[in-house]
C-alpha cells in the first residue's frame, strides 16, 4: 500500500490550528457578551483542542493508504472509524486532479475519483505531489477504459 506524501499532515495540522482559533475566537465572543468564562479555562480548552487535532493529524498520516490492484483502487483510512474503500475501476466515471490554494503552497494536490451508481459516490486522494497526482489520474482513466471493455456483454 501507498502512504501519503508527509506534508498533508501541515495541511491537516494548519486546518486543526485555524478550527482551534475559531473555537477560540467563539470561546471569546461567549465570555464577552452571554457568561464569562475564565482566561484559563478559555486557553485550556483551546488547548486541548488543539492537541487533539494534531494528534488525530499524525495518527490519520500513518493509517491513510492507497493502492492500485488488478480490479480495483483500494484505500484504508481513519482514527475513529477506520474505513477500507474498494472502487472497481469498471465504476470509475471521471478523475479529477485538484489543487487548493494551500495545498499549491505545499507543493500537494489531491485526486478525485468519482463513481457510477450512488449519490456522491466520489473517493478524495489527497496528500500526492502534483506529478504523483496526475500519473494517478492517468492510471485510472487507462484502467477504467480497460475495464469497460472487459465488462462489455
Do not use: C, K
Not at 23 to 47: H, N, S
Not at 117 to 133: C, E, H, Q
Amino acid at each position: 500500500m501507498e502512504s501519503l506524501h508527509p506534508r498533508i499532515r501541515l495541511l491537516w495540522i494548519a486546518q486543526t490550528a485555524i478550527l482551534a482559533a475559531v473555537l477560540g475566537a467563539v470561546l471569546v465572543a461567549v465570555d464577552r457578551w452571554l457568561v464569562p468564562v475564565p482566561t484559563a479555562g478559555l486557553v485550556g480548552i483551546v488547548a486541548v483542542a488543539a492537541v487533539l487535532g494534531i494528534a488525530y493529524a499524525v495518527r490519520l498520516y500513518q493509517i491513510w493508504q492507497f493502492e492500485l490492484q488488478g480490479d480495483a483502487l483500494y484505500l484504508e483510512r481513519g482514527v475513529i472509524t477506520f474505513v477500507e474503500t474498494a472502487v472497481p475501476f469498471v465504476r470509475v466515471q471521471h478523475v479529477d486532479t485538484q489543487f487548493g490554494p494551500i495545498e499549491r503552497v505545499l507543493g500537494l494536490s489531491s485526486v478525485v475519483v468519482y463513481t457510477a451508481g450512488s449519490r456522491n459516490a466520489d473517493v478524495r486522494i489527497p496528500g500526492l505531489t502534483p506529478d504523483r497526482a496526475r500519473r494517478l489520474q492517468d492510471t485510472l482513466r487507462e484502467l477504467a477504459v480497460e475495464s469497460e471493455a472487459d465488462d462489455a456483454v
